[in-house]
């Protein structure tokens, strides 16, 4: 028998921590059902680990400096717990692979984003003593028949992979070359997901993948017979009271039959996450985006005669290579007219082996990114406080997530279009319920209302 098959976990305790995206959180999640199968037992207090995993992220430099810092404490565990072993799992392991363990000694495993089937055999290679490493990138692995084991959840609202990796080569960017190439998972197994998440009591779904509207899913003879929007109304079939989000697009594969069959669902979520990433069509040819801003903003216009109640947000990023202050004001400019609800907001940071790290010069210094950026966030503060007090007045169905953060007499929840509301709890209302709430107030990242009685 392989090694993998036998039960070599024998009650050992695994401890992991998540960095970065949804994505990882959910790779986090089928890291602990793999391995729990195993006979390992998942716990969230580090002290009593004997298997420490820290699944990690490459996306701009400070994710990866925040992880060697980490690595750093880790080593007075090491010294409490001489058998304790270290993994260092996800985009950081594929993009650093061996130069991992010879930078940090105390890491014994080194696991890239298509290898946790194989975290058993790397803990049991570990555990003899030796270094666990396996960091193959996967054409076909979509982790489609494991059951992810759902941590830090309300209850409420779950994430689901429908897809793995991304062929865009974005010119700043890490991803293709730490999550491989684009695949989908089977949409059966994803029904199959999406049914047993709704059983065990949860009312929304964000379908997720690095670039979801360019899901598709062929036949044995290469013909694609379920895209997005056909996943997207076979997942809203699943229940009428089964919220449905999806993120992230790329707004090259923002189709009108996807903004078509969002408008004609209730219970498809009015929120679209685009990212822009600049205002300036120059800055979006050398990004290698795929689009301009003048395509961007007819996708805008698309989504808004739909759904005129659509919530729009956003990624940017502040200083690319050669960007000037005209490319900059265009992305202020963008924002404006636009009106985002929300954004995240970044300083350009290089990445080794990317398309602008081979051809490009890093030419817009930290302190000018960093004003910049600055402006873009203040801007976008703005456009939020806006955004929210056109709310007030108006009415939303509230998907309750719990009580509220501040007080067990209030409840939180969100609506369709992802944003927090706080109102008063009442008799007979909780977690997964329903609710009807006229917005009275807003501060710039929540709503405050009312119940419609
Ligand atoms: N520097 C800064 N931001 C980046 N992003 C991706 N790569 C980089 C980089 N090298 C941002 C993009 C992307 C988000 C997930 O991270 O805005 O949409
Ligand atoms: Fe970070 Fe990107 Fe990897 Fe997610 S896919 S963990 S954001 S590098």
């Known amino acids: 028998m392989e090694i993998s098959k036998i039960a070599t976990g024998g009650g050992r305790k695994l401890y992991i921590e998540t960095y970065g995206c949804q994505m990882n959180v959910g790779d986090t ?23 420490i995993l820290v699944n990690t992220c490459s996306i ?11 690595l750093k404490e880790f080593q007075r565990f090491k010294r409490a717990k001489r058998s304790l072993i270290v993994g260092i799992v996800g985009c950081m392991a594929e993009r650093l692979k061996e130069q991992l363990l010879e930078r940090e000694p105390i890491v014994d495993i080194v696991a890239g984003p298509d290898s946790y089937r194989d975290m058993p055999r790397l803990v049991a290679a570990a555990s003899a003593g030796g270094k666990g490493i396996n960091v193959a990138l996967s054409q076909e692995e979509t982790y489609g ?53 709704y059983a065990a009591g949860y009312r929304e779904v964000t379908l997720l993948g690095q670039n979801v509207n360019s899901y598709r899913w062929k036949n044995a003879e290469g013909e694609v017979v379920v895209d997005f929007p056909r996943l997207m109304e076979m997942a809203a079939a699943v229940a009428p009271d089964l919220r449905v989000r999806f993120a992230t697009s790329h707004p090259k594969d923002l189709s009108d039959r996807l903004i078509e069959v969002m408008a004609s669902h209730h219970n498809i979520c009015k929120a679209i996450h685009l990212p822009a990433q600049s205002g300036s069509t120059r800055m979006l040819g050398l990004m290698n985006r795929k689009y301009t801003r003048e395509w961007y903003l007819g996708r805008i216009a698309a989504i808004r005669a739909a759904m005129p109640d659509c919530a729009i947000t956003t990624d940017l990023i502040a200083g690319f290579c050669s960007e000037t202050l005209e490319d900059h004001a265009e992305t202020l400019s963008l924002m404006r007219e636009v009106g985002y609800e929300s954004a995240f907001m970044f300083k350009f940071s290089l990445r080794p082996n990317t398309y602008a790290a081979r051809h490009m010069t890093d030419d817009v210094t930290e302190q000018e990114k960093t004003r910049r950026l600055t402006e873009i966030i203040n801007l976008q503060n703005e456009l939020s406080i806006a955004s929210n007090r056109r ?22 929840g969100r609506t369709s279009q992802n944003k927090m509301v706080v109102f008063d709890a009442a008799e007979g209302l909780g977690a997964g319920d329903y609710a009807m709430v006229t917005i009275t107030d807003c501060s710039s990242a929540t709503l405050f209302g009312e119940l419609v009685k």
């Not at 701009?60 to 980490?70: L, M, P, S, Y």
């Not at 429908?162 to 730490?178: D, E, K, L, S």
């Not at 009580?403 to 007499?409: E, G, I, L, P, T």
Request: charge should be negative; aromatic fraction near 8%.
């Open 29 to 51: 999640e089928i890291i602990v059902s793999i391995m729990q199968q195993e006979g390992f037992i998942y716990t969230d207090k580090i002290e009593e680990a004997d298997i």
């Open 60 to 70: 701009r430099d400070n994710a990866e400096q925040r992880i060697w810092g980490r």
């Open 145 to 197: 028949d494991i059951r992810p084991v759902r941590l830090d959840s309300n209850g409420v609202s779950a994430f689901v992979s429908i897809m793995r990796g991304c062929i865009n080569m974005c010119a700043y960017c890490v991803v293709p070359y730490t999550r491989g190439i684009e695949r989908s998972r089977d949409p059966e197994t994803i029904l199959r997901e999406l049914r047993e998440i």
């Open 391 to 412: 709310d007030v007045g108006k009415t939303f169905e509230v998907l309750i997530e719990g009580f509220s953060k501040r007080s067990d007499k209030q409840l939180c």
